[in-house]
């Protein structure tokens, strides 16, 4: 479907869908995504942190912007939103404790271990982030190069393996694979989902008047968790596509 008549709220992931991943949002797509919530409601959903969410995403948007009460924010796969009050203002955070933080951590760095993959002779940044209320593996590093991420696991193979290991060692979390080099591991039922229900509790809009728009609805992709709440979905391969999407949509 590329129609939006009769919906309330769209919903975008953001690496990979609005974003190139890890990088800045582009002129023409901050454009689009800026006359678009002038219309309707938004939000933009993503296993980054709200860090990232600042220098990637809200950098982009033009100064000034209106209708920025018209976007939501939920970073770390949806384990939090900051709505926009004059600012962006938390509404919730389901954070992981310092037990569960370590818990991970460690079966991670075994799981890695044990997958024997060949480590990088290079990496950039750090490679096991903590972000509160979800731990991110990034195998060649947060900061790594876009040209060197893409060729690293296209197939998604590499880090299928880590995963199937890493599954028996933390039954209480969801473990899904995102953006191109990563791993998103949070609490058990904490994922994009989730934040869709939250959404719906908040703005009282049932799902059926939601539409999502991202480019990991795959089985085991960190936006696969969505088609569970039975809400519209919409597959792209990158901004470029969702850029035709929204221009779609205005026509």
């Not at 972000?131 to 060197?148: D, H, N």
């Not at 473990?175 to 591991?185: P, V």
Request: glycine share 8%.
């Amino acid at each position: 479907m590329t129609s939006i008549q009769g919906k309330k709220l769209i919903i975008f992931d953001l690496d990979g869908t609005l974003t190139p991943p890890k990088q800045d949002m582009e002129p023409v797509t901050a454009e689009l995504l800026t006359n678009l919530i002038k219309n309707i409601q938004v939000a933009v959903i993503s296993g980054g942190n709200y860090l990232r969410f600042q220098n990637q995403f809200l950098k982009s948007l033009p100064q000034g912007v209106d209708g920025l009460s018209n976007l939501y924010l939920l970073p770390t796969s949806g384990t939090r939103l900051l709505v926009w009050q004059n600012d962006w203002v938390e509404k919730y955070k389901e954070e992981l404790s310092e037990q569960e933080r370590k818990e991970v951590k460690d079966a991670l760095t075994l799981s890695i271990d044990q997958s024997g993959l060949e480590k990088p002779t290079e990496t950039f940044g750090q490679i096991i982030e903590d972000r509160g209320s979800q731990i991110t593996f990034s195998a060649l590093g947060q900061e790594a190069p876009l040209e060197l991420k893409v060729k690293w696991d296209p197939t998604h193979e590499k880090r299928q393996k880590i995963i199937d290991i890493l599954r028996p060692k933390l039954p209480k979390f969801d473990i899904r694979i995102g953006g191109t080099t990563s791993i998103d591991i949070t609490r058990r039922g904490m994922n994009k989902a989730y934040g869709i229900h939250k959404l719906e509790q908040y703005l009282k809009i049932s799902l059926s008047d939601m539409l999502f728009v991202g480019d990991a609805l795959f089985y085991g992709g960190n936006d696969y968790p969505v088609k569970a709440t039975g809400i519209d979905c919409i597959e792209v391969k990158g901004p470029e596509e969702t850029d035709q999407l929204i221009k779609s949509w205005f026509a």
